[in-house]
């Protein structure tokens, strides 16, 4: 059994017998959307998950600057953005990573499960970030 196993064996115990309660995940997820405060937040405006099946989440935000189309599937976000130009910053609660946004487009793989939100600058250099969405 590796590291990795091990974990995982652990998270599950903790998860059976030690679940965390839901408010503190609803404060966990609050103090999270605080990181943001100076970013104009783009709201869920569009969502369609399939109910059966393995298919792909797909969301559309909207700000008054930006709009950001996500389809979440198998730990890749790809994404359509208008509005802004440069790089989109897919953020977890444990991580960041920047991708580049070409023609409107960026891909990101190997994403955690989990929540997770886009950050992007407008293109008048406002920041704008999506709400966080579990993937």
Known sequence: ?????????????????????????????????LRALDAELAALVESEAL??????LV??????????????HD???????TGAEGEAVVETPRSRRAVPISDGWFTATEVPAGLVRIRVTAADGTPVVTQWTSS
């Open 51 to 56: 109910v059966r099946g393995d298919g792909p």
């Open 1 to 33: 059994m590796n590291d990795d196993d091990f974990l995982d064996v652990l998270r599950a115990a903790a998860e059976e017998f030690d679940p965390v309660p839901a408010g503190v995940l609803r404060d966990a997820s609050a103090a999270l959307a």
């Open 59 to 72: 969301l559309a935000f909207e700000s008054d600057r930006v709009t950001v189309s996500l389809e979440i």
């Open 75 to 81: 730990g890749v976000v790809r994404g359509l953005v």
